[in-house]
């Protein structure tokens, strides 16, 4: 079955600690995105990528960085230089520019 | 700059009623909306979009109605079910270079039998 997937769905991580989320499709999509979620707010953008090898900053990428090496993968890298990062990481995927963007079903990171 | 808006952050309905979930958003050049369902812990679930040269799209038990000229969408949910609770976000898509979805901060809707 055609989709995207998100790994892990629960991720820990130590003050100062980088962690990397990741975040694979099948759906041959060109657009890629990475958003935060916040409980009972809505989704804010991390990063997106319109394709491989290019991305772009979205509302909220200080202390995030991001790779785009292949078009199926699209792994999201918490910094230790992001000072909340606790929180609920929705990745996405669409055919580009005007297409419905298909979600993963979350990682939810707690800085421990 | 660019802000997508709900008017209401809960909405309670009656199991068979109607339910109208409103979105405000800012910017005249958007051409794409999109309506999400997110259940608790899930990602957020495609419901209905509708282009900027349509005013109104049907699917079965939704309704999504587009008003440029007051920048305003709303979804239509016929006859509720408990299964429609969840938090229902709209999302606007600016066309023309990278195009990114912008997300509203979502209305949650509560279904009692």
């Known amino acids: 079955d055609g989709g995207i997937t998100q790994s892990p769905k629960y991720l820990f991580r130590k003050e100062g600690q980088n962690v990397t989320l990741s975040c694979e499709q099948n759906?041959?999509?060109?657009?890629m995105y990475w958003y935060r979620q916040d409980p009972g707010q809505g989704l804010r953008l991390i990063y997106y990528?319109?394709?491989?090898?290019?991305?772009q900053k979205g509302d909220i990428a200080e202390g995030y960085s991001v790779s785009r090496e292949k078009k199926e993968s699209f792994p999201l890298t918490v910094t230790s230089a992001q000072k909340n990062p606790t929180a609920f990481y929705l990745c996405a995927s669409s055919a580009g520019g005007g297409f419905e963007a298909f979600f993963g079903q979350g990682t939810r990171l707690t800085v421990v | 700059g660019e802000s997508v808006g709900l008017h209401l952050p809960t909405l309670s309905v009656q199991e068979g009623d109607n339910s109208i979930i409103n979105c405000a958003y800012s910017n005249s050049a958007s051409d794409y909306f999109i309506w999400y369902k997110q259940e608790s812990g899930k990602g957020p679930q495609f419901i209905i979009d509708?282009?900027?040269?349509?005013d109104k799209r049907q699917g079965q038990r939704v309704t999504v109605l587009l008003n440029k000229t007051v920048k305003h969408l709303s979804l239509q949910i016929a006859a509720t079910q408990p299964g429609d609770s969840a938090v229902y976000f709209c999302a606007v898509a600016f066309s023309g270079g990278y195009n990114k979805l912008i997300f509203g901060a979502g209305t949650r809707l509560a279904v009692h039998p």
């Open positions: 509708i282009r900027s040269n349509m």
């Open positions: 759906l041959n999509h060109d657009a």
């Open positions: 990528s319109q394709i491989v090898n290019d991305f």
